[in-house]
Every structure is written in C-alpha cells, then in structure tokens.
C-alpha cells in the first residue's frame, strides 16, 4: 500500500538533508590515477603534468588542503575547515612517485597513494593498460577473440581505432572502440589468475609484448619505499589483484584487503589503517564490502563516488570526487560545484 504524500514527503527530507549539509563543515577528497600524458587514455585516469601543476595552484589558492589523516579526523569531528581538501592517488603507478610527487612538492600539497600490492614490482601492466595496447596496436587482429563472450569479425580487423577516443564517447562508431568495451566489461569481473591467463592470449594474440612499457609500470618495493618517505607523503591499501570486491563472497574479500594490508605494514613497517576499494563505485562496494574492510583492521575506506564527505559520511564509504585531465579554469569550475551539491 501505497501511503499518499509519501513521494512528497521523500522529496522534502532530501532537501533539509542537502540544506543541512550545506550549512554542515564538509570538504573534498580528491582522486587521481596518474600524471604522466599526453597519450591514448580510454579511461581518462591521467592527468598532464602540466594540467596536475596547475590544478594544484588552484587548490592552493582556494582550497585548505588536508593530509587524509587529518582530514578524516577533523571530519568525524564536525570540525573541517571550510574548503577542506584532501588528495589521493590510486593504484600505485610509478609515475606517482618521478612526476607527481616533485610538483606535489613544489605546491606543498601533501597526498596519499593507495596501492595495489600485488603489481609491485611486477613486470607486466595494469590489466585495463593491457587491453588499451591491444586494441590499439598496428596489428591486424584476425578473428576470433581468443576471449569467451568478445564477438570479433576478421573481415573488420584493420579498421584502426579512432584517436582520440574514450570511453565516455556514447556512440560506437569504430570496431575496435567497441572491442575496447567488450574486453573491458569480460576482463573485469574475473578472478586475478583468470584474467592474467586471458591477458596473455589477448597479447599474443595481438602481438603486444608481456614486459610493462616504462610509462605504464607500477611502483618498485624501493620506489614505494622512496615514495612513503617524501614529505607529506602516506600510504594506504588498494587490495591484492584490484578486483570489483563486491563479486567475490565475503571471506574473499576481506583476504585481499587484509593481505594488502599486510604486505604493505612488512615493507613499510608501520601501521597501514586506510584502504581505497579498487573501482570503488557502487556496483562495486557493498555492505559485505564494508564489513570485510573493518574486519580487515582498517579504520576508514574510501569510494569512487562523487560528493562531498561530512560529519555523518560513512567511515567505511568516505565519498571521492574523480579528477580529470582539465585545465586550471574547469577545475575551479568543478571544485565549487563539487562543494556546492552536497
């Protein structure tokens, strides 16, 4: 049954609670991926040096940027100040380290990288940088895909991808933009072993080399060592195989965020109590999904859902804000509409 003025009343409780927030001590968590472009970046994680340098001279200029860790506290508080920002980086790229943290540096902007402990060191790539390459590369992909459920016509192989291209492009003109798609949306609900076999056929298939490209590789042991020591610089957890953690049971779930924690306190030899969950929308992060990140010995874990973070926010679901490869005049723009639609 139906109670009438229900929808009404739904409508109304949204906006006292928009206006409370308003009026509430709130800030920003920023998220970044990489700072290396310009180059081919379906997934628009990659910020220009350049861009990033001056994205950081807006924040010091009208923003109170935060280390997490203070962030979060003065957050739980009620206690923010106004303009309150934080930076986070996620996955563990080894450009964090050679160009992001120098111009970090240079605008006294302090940042937490979250890390995907099972690509340190590795020698191959991100598994979604893989499949770029592939569907990128020169070669004449013959069909079929060597992939279960990627459908891949031989007669359509040589049509190059469209550059520039994205994925936030709607419309699918090119064939290999589409390929692009299937493999992505195939490759990413599989178990890491699964898909590290899948990635090897896909790279022989296109005749794309196994060993990471220099641009595109994680952080070294030594490196996140260097990195964690740079001023105004932590670290946090990102789990093992960076999995959609929702799709796994509860038990495995709360293995890859507890063994990445671990793996990170025995290099690191310190305590690691924040953890970032890998894609981290809500698709990809549930109630389980929380549980398993407290049981896990975390204290906070942080989203990839936009909006501001407030005294009532979710320790175990702090909301993120995804920053974009935008110029200086965009990214005030978003700041303060970012803080505004709370």
């Known amino acids: 049954m139906r109670i009438r003025g229900a929808g009404r009343v739904g409508v109304l409780m949204r906006h006292v609670i928009g206006a409370v927030r308003r009026r509430s001590a709130h800030g920003l968590v920023l998220l970044y991926h990489r700072v290396a472009g310009p180059r081919f970046d379906p997934l628009l994680l990659d910020v220009s040096p350049a861009r990033f340098d001056a994205q950081l001279a807006v924040l010091r ?3 109170r940027v935060l280390p997490l860790t203070e962030f979060e506290l003065l957050r739980r508080r009620g206690a923010l100040p106004p303009r309150a920002v934080a930076v986070t980086f996620d996955d563990g790229y080894a450009d964090n380290l050679h160009t992001a943290v120098p111009l970090l540096a240079r605008h006294e902007v ?10 340190i060191g590795a020698t191959r790539e991100f598994w979604w940088d893989d499949v770029e390459r592939v569907v990128a590369c020169a070669s004449v992909l013959t069909g079929p895909a060597p992939v279960a459920g990627v459908r891949w016509r031989g007669e359509v192989a040589a049509v190059p991808l469209r550059r520039p291209w994205s994925v936030e492009v709607r419309a699918v003109a090119a064939p290999r933009e589409q390929l692009y798609r299937d493999l992505f949306n195939v490759l990413r609900p599989m178990r890491a072993p699964e898909r590290a076999e899948a990635m090897a056929t896909l790279r022989a298939w296109a005749g794309v080399p196994d060993a990471a490209r ?7 042991d030594a490196e996140l ?3 964690a020591g740079r001023p105004g610089m932590t670290i946090g ?3 093992v195989s960076h999995p959609a953690l929702a799709l796994l049971d509860e038990a495995a779930q709360r293995q890859e965020l507890a063994d990445s924690r671990h793996a990170l306190e025995r290099v690191l030899a310190h305590a690691v ?3 970032a969950y890998p894609f981290g929308t809500r698709h990809d992060v549930s109630t389980v ?5 407290r049981a896990a010995g975390f204290d906070m874990a942080l989203a990839n859902e936009p909006g501001a973070a407030w005294r009532w926010s979710s320790r175990w679901r702090v909301p993120r804000v995804l920053v974009r490869d935008w110029d200086a005049d965009e990214f005030r723009r978003r700041l303060v509409e970012w803080q505004d639609a709370t």
Request: hydrophobic share 45%.
């Open 214 to 220: 220099e641009s595109h590789r994680a952080l070294t």
């Open 289 to 293: 999904t929380a549980r398993a990140a």
């Open 225 to 227: 060592l260097d990195l």
């Open 273 to 275: 109590p924040t953890v």
């Open 237 to 239: 957890a990102h789990s």
């Open 61 to 63: 200029e009208s923003a």
């Open 110 to 119: 302090p940042a937490t990288v979250f890390i995907t402990t099972g690509m």
